[in-house]
């Protein structure tokens, strides 16, 4: 493999910074992660870590946790714009990266890139139209429609639908700054750290709140799966984590559509339908790589 045909991917998280050189799983060649600081602190060490190979780079695939421009019409195209993550907002982290490393940059929301590396080289790669969601310190998604992410007005906000929330056996409020039980306000890492004072990951299995968790996450499928009918679901995240949540969410999304979609896929294969990431916890950054290779 030539050193002309490398590319260099980002994935930009609300925690760590994620950062390859390569062509795809089979050929990284450099690799480093960066925790996620100030917008100076952290950009700082992406580029450095990316300006030893910037002459060998064809382009670079940047991935970013959101609310992220992706409109090359906005006069704010690169920045992070409403964020709740202190010192982040409004941040221009496509000018901070561009003002270093003369390059080609392609941006993306950092869920969306992962579904690009899951559609390229993972789990739905032989699938047309697939669903991306990450459930972790926020929930988003991705939807990827012929090898290329779907569009509208703005990005994809998927982790600010609305879900039903029974006060009696949830009362927690939620803990979304905009629309507190949303679905990110009732069931990404946060949410779990604001009821219990603990994170999500220390929560024993045997926890009740699971259960609650599980079915929070197959409503949100249900209304992904009724208006969007993916041929394939990939959830990753770090509360995924815990592997025992898959027969869990796979069984009350089967519960929740109460037969009403009649395909093989959802009545008999639900276990090949909602997956884990094939990529694993690379998904994202190898996403970024697939994004610049264009």
């Known amino acids: 493999m030539s050193s002309s045909q490398l590319f260099g991917g980002i994935e930009g998280g609300g925690t760590k910074f994620n950062c390859a050189v390569g062509d795809g799983p ?50 704010t195209y690169g920045f992070i714009t409403t964020t709740p993550k202190p010192h982040w907002g409004n941040a221009n982290l496509l000018g901070m990266l561009r003002a270093k490393l003369p390059l080609p940059i392609s941006v993306e929301m950092d869920v969306v890139v992962a579904g690009l590396g899951e559609a390229k080289w993972g789990a739905s790669k032989n699938d047309s139209h697939s669903l991306y969601l990450t459930i972790g310190t926020g929930i988003g998604g991705g939807y990827i429609v012929d090898g290329k992410p779907l569009h509208g007005l703005t990005s994809l906000e998927m982790g600010h639908i609305r879900l039903a929330r029974d006060p009696q056996r949830d009362p927690f409020r939620g803990a979304c700054p905009y629309h507190g039980d949303c679905f990110e306000g009732l ?22 709140y699971w259960d609650l968790e599980a079915g929070y996450i197959a409503q949100a499928l249900v209304n992904y799966i009724l208006s969007l009918a993916p041929k394939r679901i990939i959830i990753g995240g770090g509360v995924m984590q815990k592997r025992f949540m898959f027969p869990w969410v796979r069984q009350k999304t089967q519960e929740l559509l109460s037969g009403y979609i009649s395909h093989e896929m959802i009545l008999n294969r639900i276990d090949e339908y909602i997956v884990p990431p094939a990529l694993g916890n690379r998904a994202g950054v190898l996403g970024a790589i697939a994004l610049a290779m264009g």
């Open 26 to 75: 089979e050929n990284i060649i450099a690799e480093a992660r960066f925790a996620t600081t100030t917008p100076a602190e952290t950009v700082a060490q992406v580029i450095e870590f990316f300006l030893p190979h910037a002459e060998q780079l064809q382009a670079i695939g940047l991935g970013s946790f959101g609310p992220f421009d992706v409109d090359p019409s906005s006069p």
């Open 187 to 208: 069931a990404a890492g946060p949410a779990l750290e604001a009821r219990f004072g603990q994170r999500g990951e220390t929560l024993p299995d045997e926890h009740p």
